[in-house]
């Protein structure tokens, strides 16, 4: 298990950016697929984008696609969601959450995939 803490969220005008950063602990961070996750009031919760564990791959929702960026640096045990040209409809709380299962290159969409979360970070953006 890792121990997962996201910050970088804030209050953006649309067509801003922010960047997104989850801090891990644990070493065995670099051998776990990491996704981003967003909730928005009264919704449930949906998948942004996944890296896995070496970072050889990434994967999008379609509602995010050219526009938000997942990356990672396993020597600073760390995943990084950048999000470009905001829109209102990206307004939501953020996580950072770790796949279940090491070494994975799999993608992984469903938050019963992911064992590890972290406790979000809110991020809205103003029309």
């Known amino acids: 298990q890792v121990q997962l803490v996201e910050s970088g969220g804030g209050l953006v005008q649309a067509g801003g950016s922010l960047r997104l950063s989850c801090a891990a602990s644990?070493?065995?961070?670099?051998?776990?697929?990491m996704g981003w996750f967003r909730q928005a009031p009264g919704k449930e919760r949906e998948f942004v984008a996944t890296?896995?564990?070496?970072?050889?791959?990434?994967y999008y929702a379609d509602s995010v696609k050219g526009r938000f960026t997942i990356s990672r640096d396993n020597a600073k045990n760390a995943v990084y969601l950048q999000m470009n040209s905001l829109k209102p409809e990206d307004t939501a709380v953020y996580y950072c959450?770790?796949?279940?299962?090491?070494?994975?290159?799999?993608?992984?969409?469903?938050?019963?995939?992911?064992?590890?979360w972290g406790q979000g970070t809110q991020v809205t953006v103003s029309s």
């Open positions: 959450a770790a796949v279940s299962y090491q070494y994975s290159n799999s993608y992984y969409f469903n938050p019963t995939d992911f064992g590890s």
């Open positions: 644990g070493r065995t961070f670099s051998t776990y697929g």
């Open positions: 890296i896995t564990w070496n970072g050889g791959s990434t």
